[in-house]
């Protein structure tokens, strides 16, 4: 029979046994979901250096003990960060709000899988799926069938062994593009996680499943003038070198000023970087990447330095780590500028921070958008601006890019899928976890007390003052740049109503008062508590005397923040003021502003 027809039946049934393995998987309790994922998580353990070699052996890609560190990442970092999540049953109960949250599975998870990173992508995805409380199929890449296959096997025992039904984790016998693409459409597929290629991605996108998917990472590493040149440099290579390159968030270019070209060369000698020619640098960029489709050559990548330089006819010193490509220039007249997915680094020496920022926004868009980037700084300020200016998701602050992106040597949420946000063309920017695969239903309770129900109460309904205050300032720190903070004085209820939704109107939130009187109005007071409260407060305003009238501020910044700060002054802000987010944080924390009517 022939071989794509053989996968489009297997997908069918695959994604039929699964799904009749899901069902009953629903009945599943917290406490036996995660007794599965404990013992697939300590058998995908136990095995992790023997799939690594697996791995290595069958694909010719990476090193076996970079591998070994990342099936041991999917094992025990992401199992520890997943292992108390509540994710079956009701996982919140707001009881103030009157909200219940239901935790739903999607039901069958696609699972596309990569052959650069294959075992460790494997343990990754079969432990989140089944923590969520879906099924799973896994088609892997026909390159790396054998060692996919093997660890699949030794979590599905472990699953079963512990109660899981039969089919909650299928693999792919004979996978094939018509297989995968069958599967990823088919009527029982839920949700799909896809990591590969461009191309198996955007047919992800095209299924009309709901998708996961992956863009490309063209990571620049800017080396500040405030950085830790050795650890920078040092970290830089080790990114870049890590399993030779096969994690799409490891280094692609580092960036660093024209002061420091000297010192950065010489940290670079120190890691036993070979410095490539213009001749060598047009060899390599030949073989690295193609050039009809602009992308790494297979043959090339995950492989070594020494590898690298037999293929392209240059000569490779035995002790060589990386290969460093000083260039001129980016974009596809300079092949090297791309992602390389192996250990060759591009360099680039610019004439200040501007120029450094630029570059690197400039890569991100050439081939990394909403990826993940590096900045080596000690200087908190420039961190900051190089983060806010950056296309990128995951800004990793002094450390080795691959390791910092998915939450190794960072606190971000451990993964191997990193999404890149709708700037890189996919549904999300976070690194996945089991919450990217279940579904919240809530019971919502009725709040409204006076029993007209047919209508939709004002903001204020069914809530006592200071809870509707305080309900105003949330919506005005939510829609403007400046959050509202009550002031130290005595303030009416009815002129914080009224301030507020001046300031709904004018960014046409809003019908204007005059459309909408009910909303605006006071409330009157309901009860003693109620009347006692507007009693003292105007005794409060008999006793105190007016403070002066104060302007808001046009601007604050993080500066006129810090300024006020030493002179224990307040800033005046208003619906118009425009704060930086810095300035907004730091004072909001502080609670210095001054909410002023315009």
């Known amino acids: 029979m022939d071989k ?69 990442f999917a094992a025990q970092r992401v199992f520890s960060a997943i292992r108390d999540l509540k994710t079956i049953g009701i996982v919140n109960e707001k009881k103030d709000e009157g909200i219940i949250e239901i935790a739903t599975s999607v039901g069958v998870v696609a699972a596309i899988l990569p052959s650069t990173n294959p075992t460790s992508t494997a343990i990754y995805k079969i432990l989140i799926a089944i923590k969520s409380g879906n099924s799973i199929v896994i088609s892997p890449h026909p390159s790396a069938m054998r060692c996919i296959c093997e ?44 990591t590969g290629g461009m191309g198996i991605v955007k047919a992800a ?37 890590f399993d030779w390159g096969t994690i799409c968030s490891s280094e692609q270019a580092l960036v660093a000023e024209h002061a420091l070209r000297e010192p950065v060369l010489a940290e670079l000698r120190k890691q036993r970087a070979q410095f490539l020619s213009p001749e060598e640098i047009q060899k390599l960029g030949r073989v690295l990447i193609l050039p009809d489709s602009f992308t790494v050559n297979p043959r090339c990548v995950g492989q070594s330095p020494q590898k690298l330089g037999e293929l392209s006819g240059i000569a490779v010193a035995p002790d060589t780590r990386v290969l460093i490509a000083e260039l001129p220039g980016m974009g596809r007249e300079h092949p090297l500028s791309a992602e390389k997915l192996s ?25 990394g958008l909403g990826h993940t980037c590096v900045i080596h700084a000690q200087d908190d300020v420039v961190i900051r601006e190089y983060g806010e200016r950056m296309p990128a998701f995951r800004i990793v602050v002094n450390s080795p890019a691959p390791q910092g992106s998915i939450g190794a040597t960072t606190r971000l949420f451990p993964a191997m899928t990193l999404g890149c946000g709708a700037a890189g063309g996919n549904i999300t920017s976070d690194n996945i976890g089991p919450q990217h695969l279940i579904n919240l239903k809530r019971i919502a309770y009725e709040q409204q007390t006076d029993g007209a129900s047919a209508k939709i109460p004002p903001v204020t309904a069914g809530a006592s003052a200071p809870a509707a205050a305080a309900c105003a300032c949330r919506q005005v720190a939510v829609e403007s740049p400046a959050p509202a903070q009550p002031s130290s004085a005595a303030v009416d209820r009815g002129e914080i109503r009224r301030i507020v939704d001046r300031f709904l109107t004018e960014k046409g939130l809003k019908p204007p008062a005059a459309s ?5 109005a006071a409330p009157m007071p309901s009860a003693a508590t109620d009347a006692g409260v507007a009693s003292n407060a105007a005794t409060d305003r008999a006793d105190k005397p007016a403070p002066a009238t104060r302007q808001p501020l046009d601007f604050v910044c993080e500066a006129d923040v810090r300024d006020a700060l030493r002179k224990g002054t307040r800033l005046a802000i208003g619906p118009k003021t425009l704060l930086t987010p810095a300035a907004r944080d730091l004072g909001q924390d502080h609670n210095i502003f001054d909410l002023i009517a315009p």
């Open 516 to 520: 909408n009187p009910p909303a605006l």
């Open 4 to 72: 794509d027809l053989q996968s489009i039946q297997e997908a069918r049934d695959l994604a039929e046994r699964a799904h009749r393995a899901c069902l009953g998987f629903r009945s599943y309790s917290q406490a036996q979901v995660d007794a599965i994922v404990t013992a697939m998580a300590a058998a995908a353990g136990q095995h992790a250096e023997r799939l690594a070699r697996m791995a290595v052996e069958e694909t010719g890609y990476g090193r076996a003990e970079d591998k070994l560190q990342k099936n041991l």
């Open 151 to 194: 660890t699949v096997g030794i979590m599905a025992q472990a699953a079963r062994a512990q109660g899981a039904p039969e089919d909650l984790i299928c693999c792919f016998g004979q996978p094939t593009m018509a297989g995968t693409q069958e599967l990823m459409r088919h009527r029982r597929t839920s949700v799909i996680l896809a």
């Open 343 to 367: 250990p060759v680094l591009a360099l680039y020496f610019v004439q200040d921070r501007e120029a450094a920022y630029q570059l690197c926004r400039n890569l991100l868009h050439f081939g």
């Open 205 to 241: 996108y095209s299924s009309g499943k709901p998708a996961f998917g992956v863009g490309p990472g063209n990571v620049p590493a800017f080396i500040d003038r405030s950085a830790r040149l050795e650890k920078a440099v040092a970290d830089v290579v080790a990114g870049k070198t």
